[in-house]
């Protein structure tokens, strides 16, 4: 647009010099639309943009195979065309910092609906957010716009790629410490309670704490605790990483970390899955397809941190540390040497995330218990653990 301005007056200028060397009508006529047009134009353009509607259709799931679209749409209830209509649109992950920026241009013609669908190529696994900003229409000659109320930002769940790991556990790992029992969920286990409530039809009898429900003359009922017990532990760690490529490592975890669970419960072994996100570390039990896809939106939904190993040391202090267990740690971090200072003698399995196969070979390995995986080539090969 300031092209075009400084364009406008160099016009100006040159009609203006033509005038005042021919002195004639026919010049000055021309200079006097030029001077008129651009504010009749700006008037036009007041009535235009107030009639101007645009919104964003985003799936609330996009699949690895699937269509990868989203879907602007541009309402103009107006007698007059709009010439240009332009805004940003701005794409991120939430498990990254970095965003991509997008300058999209439209023409709509008057009293009409224009659909405009934009695929998006390249994207990483979590949490996708679509944001919309700088929402204008332009005059036209380009001379002048008018905001216009851009869209909600939208959210949605781009689905991991997935792939085999062939897992070979030669010792079962046995814990030799008391139960660790979940925040989050009831179980069966009579010794720990999980949580206290009003009896409600349903409710087993069996169940009703009858002590307590004398002193507060209600029925009280008992929610057994469920044990995490598992002796196979997988810890994801979702710290921020350098430069653009191992933010894309950083998604690959995502996907390393369901396929890596997936992989286990098909070979028959029930797990434990473990994060820090919002805040608070969390431990779920997994021992059912069904009980991974509850949690896989959770993970894609999982926010990255700048402090480094934060999963790792929230393990290292949690009730699960110490306990024999064999652990899969999976992580974009490089540097490996802070894992067995963290949490010394135990069975830890390190699965290093990185952006290629030339990183996979720049990894200077030094024990046998880091296995480097390439995020550009993740999805295609069986990886043997």
């Not at 039809?201 to 429900?213: E, F, M």
Request: contains cysteine; aromatic residues 8%.
């Amino acid at each position: 647009m300031p092209k075009k301005r400084v364009g406008y007056f160099i016009l100006l200028a040159i009609l203006a010099l033509v005038y005042i060397m021919s002195n004639s009508h026919f010049a000055l006529l021309l200079l006097l639309l030029s001077v008129a047009a651009p504010g009749v134009s700006l008037l036009l353009l007041l009535y235009t943009a107030r009639q101007i509607h645009l919104d964003l259709s985003v799936p609330a799931t996009i699949m690895p195979e699937g269509q990868r679209n989203i879907t602007y749409t541009i309402k103009n209830s107006s007698h007059l065309p709009a010439p240009q209509i332009e805004w940003v649109v701005s794409i991120k992950t939430q498990l990254m910092r970095r965003k991509t920026d997008l300058k999209i241009n439209a023409y709509i013609r008057k009293n009409s609906t224009e659909e405009l669908p934009l695929s998006l190529a390249g994207l990483c696994a979590g949490k996708l957010i679509i944001s919309t900003r700088a929402a204008r229409v332009y005059d036209l000659f380009g001379l002048f716009y008018q905001g216009v109320n851009p869209p909600k930002k939208k959210f949605c769940l781009v689905y991991p790629r997935l792939a085999q790991f062939n897992i070979n556990m030669h010792n079962r790992v046995e814990s030799e410490e008391g139960n660790i029992y979940s925040q989050h969920r009831p179980g069966s286990d009579p010794t720990e309670i999980f949580a206290l409530h009003e009896y409600a039809q349903g409710d087993d009898l069996k169940k009703v704490h009858w002590k307590l429900s004398a002193k507060t003359d209600n029925l009280i009922v008992r929610d057994f605790g469920l044990p995490l017990d598992y002796p196979v532990v997988l810890l994801l760690e979702t710290q921020h990483v350098g430069d653009e490529e191992d933010e894309r490592s950083l998604s690959c975890c995502l996907e390393v970390f369901i396929s890596l669970s997936l992989s286990f419960l098909q070979q028959g072994i029930s797990h434990n899955i473990a994060w820090y996100d919002d805040g608070r570390f969390r431990t779920e039990q997994i021992s059912s397809d069904e009980e991974l896809d509850a949690f896989i939106p959770v993970l894609l939904s999982a926010q990255g941190y700048p402090q480094p190993f934060l999963a790792l040391e929230c393990y290292a202090n949690s009730g699960f540390a110490h306990r024999r267990m064999a652990i899969y740690y999976v992580t974009a971090c490089r540097d490996t040497t802070a894992v067995s200072e963290a949490l010394p003698g135990e069975t830890i399995r390190t699965i290093l995330v990185v952006a290629n196969e030339k990183c996979v070979t720049d990894i200077n390995v030094a024990d046998g218990d880091t296995v480097p995986i390439a995020a550009d080539s993740f999805g295609q090969l069986v990886v043997n653990l």
